[in-house]
């Protein structure tokens, strides 16, 4: 049991250090779900023939936009420790030996070719490729590039634009390693070959003046994929946007499909993915890839085989779970929540609905299509959008001032309907008598089997000042306390 705590609550290492020194036991009630770290992307696993860590080389600059991100500029080197959704956890070999993701296509191994890293050295592409760049912008007259040659394997060809055509030379490759263009004029790396016919560009009738630039790629190239790849089996729901069906990716992996029902829906969905791109957590949904050229548009994610847990509770399944269970499913939601106010990202639509189940009760917050990134503590909205009254805090109710002190609101709702196997909250008033009632202090009342501290920490998350109700780091810490000793020992 201790083994198991301190593996799914690591947030709360000081704590079992003091209150668990280093006891195991074999019991455990509850088994919560092992995430599965396996991903649909091309692997970057190391091989076995060579060291654990893997060497690469950054090929475009990357600015890190969260805290578990590392900044990284072209050129650098970074060991990386392992693949996950189209990034890489990488440390910096340089520098600061700093960690953090990266997306997989802004680095490549480093090859044991001296030039692989230079920005004139571009591999693996064809000569009508190599046209194609040239004499694309932002490239331009002068602009030149190494690629490997296609009829000659370990040789090299230079492609030079000369205004408005691309001349290719090829380089030759002495058995001794030098290379030449012309017999006669030999040079020991590719780099004094490139500085000889920069300054004697004459000799080749076409002037070597910027190296080419490849076009960095777009966010969306790494999660892209074509529909083909997807089959869709058996359609498992239906939000505003468009169905979620259960499917598999190319016939093995299985995935859940979100297809988006009008075009003109595009920037809702945009902003669906963005989220899911940029946010990563064990307790948060996560995007596998997008279908997003043509039409319909899919968003591909894991598949939770249970479904929301709002129905899961309403179910025979859900009917069986207990007090232990409902504050096993309390700590988790709390902890992907944590995640959230640490992104200064408030969800604004948290209830059961919008939380997915999983084998052995893993749960995973989801929907992020109200999300949104916080720039200053609060956010404030003035249109009319559609809003879960019953599950939104007064204050951004009525005037649409969101933070995550809303969302600490809705939690305390959340935790309301799972203590009662998913009852509707306010049951028998409209949304507007909802409002009225609140803001004349009236709270929900504490549900038949929940016990008194959980019904103290929703009391807590119902504060009408929002600066009064906790963080959800003490939240979690408060459940867990709950979960693990049957009280909390903070009041
Ligand atoms: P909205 O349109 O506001 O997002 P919603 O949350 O009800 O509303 P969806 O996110 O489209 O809509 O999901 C609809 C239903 O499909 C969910 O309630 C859930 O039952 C099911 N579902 C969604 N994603 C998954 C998934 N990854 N695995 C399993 N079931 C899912």
């Not at 300054?199 to 790494?222: G, M, Y």
């Not at 002190?405 to 809705?410: E, F, I």
């Amino acid at each position: 049991m201790d083994q198991f705590l301190r593996k799914h609550f690591a947030f709360l290492t000081t704590f079992w250090n003091k209150f668990l020194p280093h006891r195991v036991s074999n019991s455990c009630p509850l088994e919560f779900w092992e995430p599965v770290d396996g991903s649909l992307h091309p692997t970057l696993d190391p091989d076995p023939e060579e060291p654990a860590f893997s060497l690469f080389g950054v090929l475009y600059d990357f600015t890190a936009r969260s805290a578990d991100e590392l900044s990284v500029n072209r050129g650098e080197k970074l060991c990386v420790l392992k693949e996950e959704g189209g990034y890489v956890l990488a440390r910096r070999l340089s520098g600061d030996p700093v960690m953090g993701y990266v997306p997989a296509n802004y680095i490549s191994k480093l090859s044991q070719e001296p030039s692989a890293q230079q920005p004139w050295y571009i591999s693996g592409i064809s000569r009508t490729t190599a046209n194609h760049l040239l004499l694309s912008p932002p490239n331009r007259h002068g602009s030149f590039l190494i690629r490997d040659s296609e009829s000659n394997r370990g040789e090299y060809s230079l492609s030079v634009r000369n205004h408005t055509k691309v001349r290719h030379f090829r380089i030759y490759k002495e058995p001794g390693g030098s290379f030449y263009l012309e017999k006669g004029h030999m040079f020991p790396n590719l780099e004094q070959l490139l500085a000889y016919y920069t300054a004697n560009w004459n000799v080749i009738h076409s002037p070597l003046l910027h190296p080419c630039i490849q076009k960095r790629p777009t966010e969306t190239d790494q999660w892209e994929r074509p529909r083909s790849e997807f089959q869709l089996w058996r359609k498992m729901g239906e939000g505003c946007f468009g169905e979620v069906w259960e499917g598999t990716w190319k016939n093995t992996v299985p995935v859940a499909i979100k297809i988006m029902k009008q075009a003109d829906m595009r920037d809702d969905f945009a902003k669906e993915i963005q989220n899911l791109k940029c946010l990563k957590h064990t307790r948060l949904i996560k995007l596998l890839a997008i279908c997003s050229v043509g039409e319909p548009v899919y968003i591909v994610t894991e598949l939770m085989r249970k479904g929301n847990l709002h129905s899961y509770l309403n179910s025979a399944a859900g009917k069986e779970l207990t007090t232990h269970h409902f504050l096993s499913i309390s700590c988790q939601v709390a902890d992907g929540m944590t995640y959230l106010e640490e992104q200064h990202v408030v969800h604004r639509d948290l209830a059961a609905r919008n939380i997915l189940v999983g084998e052995d009760l893993a749960c995973k917050i989801a929907d992020f299509g109200l999300a949104r990134l916080l720039k200053d503590d609060v956010y404030s909205t003035t249109g009319n959008a559609m809003i879960p009254v019953k599950w939104t805090a007064p204050e951004a109710a009525i005037y649409q001032t969101y933070s995550p002190k809303s969302d600490v609101w809705s939690y305390g709702i959340f935790l309301y309907e799972v203590f009662t196997y998913g009852q509707c909250p306010y049951e028998g008033l409209t949304n507007q008598e909802t409002i009225q009632q609140i803001t004349r202090g009236y709270r929900l009342p504490r549900p038949n089997s929940c016990p008194a501290e959980v019904y103290g920490v929703m009391l807590e998350c119902w504060k009408s000042h929002p600066e009064d109700r906790p963080p959800f780091h003490s939240l979690r810490e408060m459940l867990f306390c709950i979960y693990k000793w049957g009280h909390y020992p903070f009041s």
